[in-house]
């Protein structure tokens, strides 16, 4: 069986794969990149509803899930999203912002591949698709037996990513793989992912499927306050996706989430003041006012007060703010957009990713316990840890 010798081995070509490698090559290690699809950056492709967004201005520590929370800070200090940033400009890539600081291609994801493509050629770096991963051992260096021969390196990269849509190939492998070496690995959960109603919200609410609203989620002290879109099974939208993550841990799965359905405004207060008729036409066109027409008048059937004492007023205001959602669950990493949990963060380096008990062995990217918000995060989390790894291996 040929084997093929290298400086450093990655395994996965996703978003911090590639710019692991990008950066290990600039160095004139020999990289070789080991990928089991028939093309890299699947996932790149269709971020962003395929216009990638990929990065966010500010990014901090706080916008990331981890059981360490400042484990990120020195990776993300290390390659900034203006380093990125400055990568697209040099490559004559045009984009756009959003709302809170998120940049997208004007044009389309294959942009942000391509750019990553090119820096791979002009740093050599040897991509090998359609390679599939047998085993890995350590006998000296790193053997990694595949479908295409065996590959060696003094240093193995693992950047194989999470759970999340398994139809692009998402897999175990990673979490298998540091377990093999005796690293902890800490229960991945589905993140960024709509949920799903209970029976009873089931039946009263999903047949108002399409409909939006701009609301305020919260569980835990966190809070996002963007959009809510109603499913055919549940919710999803920025605003849903964002508090899911939180929710989705094992142990918070019997706790509600609450929505603020109209932040910022007082929808009874006309009502104490006797401006209004305290009738519930007049309540319906001022919840109309702040939400779509059929998700006011859907919640007015369930939360209409019995009197109009000022007393069942300020009750009514209350659940207006928080309306309680008890999920059954999550739609699962078939609709999740990242994986959280995953290795252990006290088992790496922080500054280089590298793994304390196992030297020359690194993890990057979503395979680590260190999971974005919604907005960019999770790419600029690849590229910083791709670039940590890539410029100590």
């Known amino acids: 069986m040929q084997t093929s010798s290298f400086d450093v081995l990655i395994l996965g070509a996703g978003a911090a794969g590639l710019m692991c490698a990008i950066e290990a090559g600039k160095r004139r290690r020999r990289v070789g990149v080991l990928e089991r699809a028939d093309k890299p950056g699947k996932k790149i492709l269709i971020s962003g509803g395929g216009r990638c967004n990929f990065t966010n201005r500010h990014c901090f520590p706080e916008n990331f899930i981890s059981s360490n929370p400042h484990f990120s800070r020195s990776a993300l200090a290390g390659y900034t999203p203006d380093e990125f940033i400055a990568l697209v400009e040099k490559h004559r890539i045009p984009y756009h912002e959003k709302t809170l600081g998120q940049l997208f291609c004007d044009h389309s994801a294959h942009d942000i591949l391509g750019m990553l493509e090119r820096e791979c050629r002009s740093a050599e770096v040897d991509i090998r698709l359609n390679t599939k991963i047998d085993e890995v051992h350590r006998a000296g260096d790193f053997m990694v037996s595949t479908n295409h021969g065996e590959f060696r390196a003094p240093v193995l990269v693992v950047a194989t990513g999470g759970l999340s849509i398994p139809k692009i190939g998402a897999s175990s492998f990673g979490y298998n793989l540091a377990r093999q070496f005796g690293i902890a690995v800490r229960e991945p959960w589905p993140a960024l992912v709509p949920l799903i109603f209970n029976a009873a919200d089931r039946s009263q609410y999903c047949d108002l499927a399409g409909v939006s609203a701009q609301v305020t989620a919260s569980l835990d002290g966190q809070q996002f306050q963007e959009k809510m879109l109603v499913t055919h099974r549940g919710l999803s939208g920025p605003a849903i996706l964002q508090i899911s993550s939180y929710w989705s841990e094992p142990e918070k799965d019997s706790q509600p989430i609450r929505i603020d359905l109209a932040p910022g405004v007082e929808v009874t207060a006309p009502f104490r003041e006797s401006?209004?008729?305290?009738?519930?036409?007049?309540?319906?066109?001022?919840?109309?006012?702040?939400?779509?027409?059929?998700?006011?008048?859907?919640?007015?059937?369930?939360?209409?007060?019995?009197?109009?004492?000022?007393?069942?007023?300020?009750?009514?205001?209350?659940?207006?703010?928080?309306?309680?959602?008890?999920?059954?669950?999550?739609?699962?990493?078939?609709?999740?957009?990242?994986?959280?949990?995953?290795?252990?963060?006290?088992?790496?380096?922080?500054?280089?990713?590298?793994?304390?008990?196992?030297?020359?062995?690194?993890?990057?990217?979503?395979?680590?316990?260190?999971?974005?918000?919604?907005?960019?995060?999770?790419?600029?989390?690849?590229?910083?840890?791709?670039?940590?790894?890539?410029?100590?291996?």
């Open 275 to 393: 401006k209004l008729p305290r009738t519930l036409n007049a309540l319906r066109t001022e919840l109309r006012k702040l939400l779509p027409q059929r998700l006011a008048d859907r919640w007015l059937n369930e939360h209409a007060p019995a009197s109009w004492t000022n007393q069942t007023l300020t009750a009514l205001e209350k659940q207006i703010h928080t309306w309680e959602i008890f999920p059954a669950g999550t739609e699962g990493y078939e609709k999740a957009e990242v994986t959280a949990g995953g290795i252990d963060t006290n088992e790496l380096s922080a500054k280089t990713l590298e793994s304390r008990k196992v030297s020359g062995l690194f993890f990057i990217g979503e395979v680590v316990d260190v999971t974005g918000q919604l907005g960019g995060f999770n790419f600029q989390w690849a590229w910083a840890s791709g670039a940590a790894a890539g410029r100590s291996v």
